[in-house]
């Protein structure tokens, strides 16, 4: 994690075979600072749920970058 630059990052490996239709991957804050942008595979990302502190991942297989700016 880079929290202490205000991101946190993971790197997600989806199934090819049989891939779900969605994925949600909470990213928690150690000190429950909100969201503020998420980028996945380097691509800004609006897929996300500050609140709960949730990525909606869809239709992805594979290695997929996802980066949580805080």
Same mark, same amino acid.
């Given at each position: @994690?880079?929290?202490?630059?205000?991101?946190?990052?993971?790197?997600?490996?989806? /199934?090819?075979?049989? /891939?779900?239709? @969605?994925?949600?991957?909470?990213?928690?804050?150690?000190?429950?600072? /909100?969201?503020? @942008?998420?980028?996945?595979?380097?691509?800004?990302?609006?897929?996300?749920?500050?609140?709960?502190?949730?990525?909606?991942?869809?239709?992805?297989?594979?290695?997929?970058?996802? @980066?949580?700016?805080?």
């Amino acid at each position: @994690s880079g929290v202490d630059q205000g991101r946190i990052t993971a790197l997600v490996d989806l /199934p090819s075979r049989n /891939p779900p239709d @969605s994925v949600v991957l909470r990213l928690r804050h150690p000190k429950s600072a /909100p969201i503020k @942008s998420v980028t996945v595979n380097g691509k800004k990302w609006i897929e996300f749920n500050r609140e709960k502190e949730t990525i909606i991942l869809k239709d992805m297989t594979g290695a997929v970058a996802v @980066s949580a700016q805080y």
